[in-house]
């Protein structure tokens, strides 16, 4: 069964420093990974994927991740934090086989500190 | 439409009756997700429909939970005899079978029940 695991419920981070979010997961075959945040009061939005290719992956509002296969790590990072980044972020897998379902984390909540 | 429409957007009803919310997910989404948030919190996986295979159940948490889905596209959520502990927001998702497409989420129906 695959899973996800986002070890920290909160990030406190002071805006203009850089940020890391954390997320392992764990499947059996290849995996698809995604990013989502989630503003308040607002429904989720997709951040970034990776699928193949360059394990460092960009995507919206400045956010990359860096896909460790050795270390089965997804973590999102962004050089310098924004206080409008404040929001829940999700973790995500897909297997590639089997049912292809898509497996979230807890969620981590962000906290930029003007 | 062009996105995932779930409706109502907002529920409130009486605690002990059933209620009925509706998903119509992206047009072609051979896949489709069933998820609640209480309040500020992460995502609690309830069901998972792939094209037509016997879709996954593992997450519903009582046999108060019951969900279909026709036609392989619209897909109601039902929750019998509800309890005060239902109350959360019923998030639906779709998303292309076997591609490497992120998965859409729509703005959910907020549940309370009183």
């Known amino acids: 069964a695959q899973s996800v695991a986002q070890p920290e419920d909160q990030v406190n981070v002071a805006e203009g420093n850089p940020l890391t979010v954390k997320c392992t997961y764990s499947v059996s075959g290849n995996p698809y990974l995604f990013w989502y945040v989630q503003y308040p009061n607002r429904g989720l939005q997709f951040l970034l994927k990776?699928?193949?290719?360059?394990?460092l992956v960009k995507g919206s509002y400045g956010f990359e991740a860096e896909f460790n296969k050795s270390q089965t790590s997804f973590h999102l990072k962004k050089p310098s934090a924004l206080v409008s980044d404040s929001a829940l972020y999700f973790c995500a897998v897909r297997d590639l086989g089997g049912y292809q379902k898509v497996t979230f984390g807890t969620g981590t909540k962000l906290q930029v500190i003007p | 439409g062009a996105g995932v429409s779930q409706s109502p957007s907002n529920k409130v009803t009486e605690k002990g009756k059933d209620v009925e919310l509706r998903c119509d997910p992206i047009?072609?989404?051979?896949?489709l997700y069933w998820y609640r948030q209480s309040l500020g919190q992460g995502l609690e996986f309830l069901i998972y429909?792939?094209?037509?295979?016997?879709?996954?159940k593992s997450g519903l948490p009582s046999d108060r939970f019951s969900a279909e889905r026709t036609g392989g596209s619209v897909s109601t959520l039902t929750i019998q005899r509800t309890q005060q502990e239902d109350s959360a927001v019923y998030l639906c998702?779709?998303?292309?079978?076997?591609?490497?497409?992120?998965?859409?989420f729509g703005q959910g129906t907020r549940l309370t029940v009183v």
């Open positions: 990776y699928i193949t290719g360059d394990n």
């Open positions: 047009s072609g989404h051979t896949a």
């Open positions: 429909f792939q094209g037509n295979s016997a879709p996954d």
């Open positions: 998702a779709s998303s292309p079978r076997g591609g490497n497409t992120e998965a859409f």
